[in-house]
Antibody, heavy 120, light 110 residues
């Protein structure tokens, strides 16, 4: 059974780059037809889709974040990563990673989420 | 892309049925059958309840059902139970090959 786990700094200074990694266990990130994505949720607010990557390296990003987001994959480590540049307090949120099915609307499983606070 | 529109809250008594609507546009819900619904309890990650408009993943109760008409998708929960109290989010594929979520609906079981 595939499981995902987010990791990274819980505190980021304003204007710096927010960096997170999602480690996939229980299966190869290269097997099957899946995208690997990031979603965030500010406290008390709704979900916001950030972007995703296919194991070929192809990416799609939320237009509102595209200029600041980079998602990459490291198949040798069975991980994919998120970088969000020029962080501000508005980027403070719980960040989730999730697997997306290539040909359906299945977004499952999800990681447990990790809180990132942007503050000096 | 704008968030899909959901009611902020709905409520119902145990045993009753409720429906949560999710309204989008012709660039998302109206053009694709890639609509999902997620249940989120406080402090927990979202859980997939419905995918591709009306399909239930293995292990999800058949009390949960989904449908779509035009630019609006709906989630119906029948035979409400206390454990159904949670936040519910819809999502849809978009014409830009991205995903967009709804603002979320808080379900209260009275």
């Amino acid at each position: 059974q595939v499981q995902l786990q987010e990791s990274g700094p819980g505190l980021v200074k304003p204007s710096e780059t927010l960096s997170l990694t999602c480690t996939v266990s229980g299966g190869s990130i290269s097997s099957g037809s899946f995208y690997w994505g990031w979603i965030r949720q500010p406290a008390g607010e709704g979900l916001e889709w950030i972007g995703r990557i296919y194991t070929s390296g192809s990416t799609n990003y939320n237009p509102s974040l595209r200029s600041r987001v980079t998602i990459s994959v490291d198949t040798s480590k069975n991980q994919f990563s998120l970088k969000l540049s020029s962080a501000t307090a508005a980027d403070t949120a719980v960040y989730y990673c999730a697997r997306e099915d290539y040909s359906s609307s299945v977004m499952d499983p999800w990681g447990q989420g990790t809180l990132v606070t942007v503050s000096s | 892309q704008s968030a899909l529109t959901q009611p902020a809250s709905v409520s119902g008594s145990p045993g009753q049925s409720i429906t949560i609507s999710c309204t989008g546009t012709s660039s998302d819900i109206g053009s694709y059958n890639f609509v999902s619904w997620y249940q989120q309890h406080p402090g927990k990650a979202p859980k997939l309840m419905i995918y591709d408009v009306s399909n239930r993943p293995s292990g999800v109760s058949n009390r949960f059902s989904g449908s779509k008409s035009g630019n609006t998708a709906s989630l119906t929960i029948s035979g409400l139970q206390a454990e159904d109290e949670a936040d519910y989010y819809c999502s849809s594929h978009t014409s830009s090959s991205t995903w967009v979520f709804g603002g979320g609906t808080k379900l209260t079981v009275l």
